[in-house]
């Protein structure tokens, strides 16, 4: 009996290690599984706090420096913007609705573009029609006046057709396009006249440039709407003679 006890004894003693040994080696694991869970948390939390701190996409262009101006990029500016073309669409804009007329007829014909930009520009004030005293009252009230050009360096040579335009001042053409027309001349060249304007019609306008310019066979020429379509410019162009 005696034996018995001792052998069960030894038995539990056994089973008593045995769960021991497997309570600490679970205890480990679940040690091990922590700290692994707890690295990958904090390896999670510091990507998304670089995340954050890291914006999404770029700053837009227009957040960046601009670079100045140079004489070199301002002498490029002012060339005419070429097609290789043989016609050229020279024009003067104040608010730029002949500038948006000027650029369809360029891209119907295929034309070269060029603005004519004045030395001192137009402002608001000046162009106030109501007032006697604005710039614009004073100098189409003077036919001698011939305001400066800031950029005239397009060149004629080589173009067979000029589509001369500018809006309409006190039933004119701003004086300025007599600055550019005596300036320049138009042998052996088609030049069409166009103007945009409130309700004025083109008048003597065209005929009057063509006489201070002395050369080229100038045509009579139109009043374009400042909303004129490409396919309405290609019907205007087409009914020319």
């Known amino acids: 009996m005696k034996?018995?006890?001792?052998?069960?004894?030894?038995?539990?003693?056994m089973i008593g290690f045995t769960a021991c040994g497997s309570t600490a080696s679970?205890?480990?694991?679940?040690?091990?599984?922590e700290q692994t869970t707890e690295a990958v948390q904090e390896t999670q939390t510091q990507q998304d706090q670089q995340t954050a701190e890291t914006p999404e996409t770029a700053q837009p262009d227009e957040d960046k420096a601009v670079p100045e101006k140079t004489e070199e990029t301002s002498a490029a500016a002012d060339e005419p913007e070429s097609a290789g073309s043989d016609t050229i669409v020279v024009y003067f804009s104040a608010t730029?609705?002949?500038?948006?007329?000027?650029?369809?007829?360029?891209?119907?014909?295929?034309?070269?573009?060029?603005?004519?930009?004045?030395?001192?520009?137009?402002?608001?004030?000046?162009l106030d029609w109501n007032d006697k005293n604005s710039r614009t009252t004073i100098e189409m009230n003077d036919p001698d006046v011939r305001p400066a050009i800031a950029?005239?360096?397009?060149?004629?040579?080589?173009?067979?057709?000029?589509?001369?335009?500018?809006?309409?001042?006190?039933?004119?053409?701003?004086?300025?396009?007599?600055?550019?027309?005596?300036?320049?001349?138009?042998?052996?060249?088609?030049?069409?006249?166009?103007?945009?304007?409130?309700?004025?019609?083109?008048g003597?306008?065209?005929?009057?440039?063509?006489?201070?310019?002395?050369?080229?066979?100038?045509?009579?020429?139109?009043?374009?709407?400042?909303?004129?379509?490409?396919?309405?410019?290609?019907?205007?162009?087409?009914?020319?003679?």
């Open 3 to 13: 034996k018995m006890m001792i052998s069960l004894a030894a038995v539990l003693c």
């Open 26 to 33: 679970t205890s480990s694991a679940k040690n091990t599984t």
């Open 96 to 126: 730029g609705t002949t500038k948006g007329v000027a650029e369809r007829i360029a891209k119907v014909t295929d034309a070269d573009i060029f603005e004519i930009v004045a030395a001192e520009p137009y402002s608001d004030a000046d």
């Open 151 to 202: 950029n005239d360096t397009v060149d004629l040579n080589g173009y067979t057709t000029v589509y001369i335009g500018y809006p309409i001042w006190w039933g004119d053409a701003p004086r300025i396009m007599s600055t550019f027309v005596e300036a320049h001349s138009f042998d052996g060249k088609t030049v069409i006249p166009f103007c945009t304007s409130g309700g004025s019609s083109i």
């Open 204 to 241: 003597r306008s065209g005929s009057d440039l063509a006489s201070k310019a002395g050369s080229g066979n100038w045509l009579d020429g139109d009043r374009l709407d400042a909303g004129i379509s490409e396919s309405e410019i290609q019907d205007w162009i087409n009914g020319l003679n």
